[in-house]
C-alpha cells in the first residue's frame, strides 16, 4: 500500500505553493514538518481534491486517484484544523450523518460512533450539542469523523491541537495502533508528537522537500539532541511556526 505523488505542482496566482513536489508514503506514521506557508496544506488539499493540481501525479497503487474517484475517496479520512461542526447536533448525530455520507450502513455506522466517542474519552458527552463544546472536545470530534468506515489513507492536521497532555498522549497512542493498517500523514508544530511516534518525517520549506528519513536518521545525520534540532537546522529559526 503506497500514496505517490510526482512532480506537484500548484500555483495561486503568482505564488508557487508547491513546486515540482515528490514523495512516496508508505503505510505507518509520516509526521510532515514546516513553517506556514510551505506547501502542507496545499499539499493535503490536492490529496483530497479540495484544489485542483497544475501538474504531477497523485497514485495511490499505482493508480491515479483522480480516475479512481470514489473509490479513492472511499479510502480516505481527512482532519481539517478549522473546527466546522454543526454546533445544533450532538456529537453521536454528527457521526452518523457524516458516516452516511460516507455510505456506511445504518448499523455500522452506530456501532463505529460509539466506539470512536469512547475512544476519545467522549462517551459521556455524545449526545450534548457541539456548540457546548470546547476547542479540544472540537478536535476529538473531527477526529473520529476522520476514522469512519476504516480508511486507508488518513490525513491529520494538527490533530493534538487544543488537547491537554493526557489526552495527547491518548490520541498519539491510538493513532499509532491504526497506523499498523493504514497510511497516516500528520501534519503539526508539535514536533515532540512526531519524533516520539513517527516511522518517518519529511520538511518543507517555500512548496519543496528539504529533507526526509527516519526521526533517529535526521537527528544522526546533524548530531542533533532531538528533532527540534533538525526543524531548526533545515529550517531555520524565522521559519518557525508560532
Known amino acids: 500500500m503506497e500514496l505517490k505523488l510526482e512532480g506537484l505542482e500548484k500555483r495561486y496566482g503568482k505564488k508557487l505553493a508547491l513546486d515540482g513536489f515528490s514523495y512516496t508514503f508508505k503505510q505507518g506514521i509520516c509526521g510532515i514538518l514546516g513553517a506556514n506557508g510551505a506547501g502542507k496544506t496545499?499539499?493535503?488539499?490536492?490529496?483530497?481534491?479540495?484544489?485542483?493540481?497544475?501538474?504531477?501525479q497523485i497514485l495511490f497503487d499505482g493508480k491515479d486517484v483522480l480516475k479512481l474517484g470514489n473509490a479513492f475517496r472511499?479510502?480516505?479520512?481527512?482532519?481539517?484544523?478549522q473546527q466546522g461542526l454543526y454546533d445544533e447536533m450532538s456529537a453521536y448525530s454528527f457521526l452518523l450523518y457524516l458516516a452516511k455520507l460516507k455510505g456506511l450502513q445504518s448499523r455500522a455506522a452506530k456501532a463505529q460512533a460509539a466506539r470512536l466517542l469512547s475512544l476519545v474519552n467522549l462517551s459521556d458527552a455524545a449526545h450534548k450539542k457541539l456548540g457546548g463544546f470546547s476547542g479540544g472536545m472540537r478536535q476529538r470530534v473531527l477526529l473520529c469523523q476522520a476514522l469512519l468506515g476504516a480508511p486507508k489513507v488518513v490525513i491529520l492536521?494538527?490533530?493534538?491541537a487544543g488537547l491537554d497532555p493526557k489526552e495527547r498522549v491518548r490520541i498519539r497512542s491510538y493513532i499509532h495502533e491504526l497506523a499498523k493498517e493504514c497510511i497516516v500523514l500528520w501534519t503539526t508544530h508539535i514536533v515532540s508528537d512526531i519524533e516520539s511516534i513517527a516511522d518517518d518525517v519529511i520538511l518543507m520549506k517555500q512548496g519543496m522537500l528539504v529533507a526526509h528519513g527516519k526521526p533517529h536518521e535526521l537527528i544522526d545525520r546533524i548530531s542533533g539532541r532531538d528533532l527540534e534540532d533538525v526543524y531548526m537546522h533545515f529550517l531555520g529559526e524565522d521559519d518557525r511556526d508560532a
Not at 499539499?43 to 501538474?55: A, E
Not at 492536521?157 to 493534538?160: A, I, R
Open 74 to 81: 472511499s479510502v480516505l479520512g481527512y482532519m481539517p484544523q
Open 157 to 160: 492536521d494538527e490533530p493534538t
Open 42 to 56: 496545499t499539499m493535503m488539499n490536492l490529496i483530497t481534491d479540495n484544489v485542483s493540481r497544475d501538474r504531477g
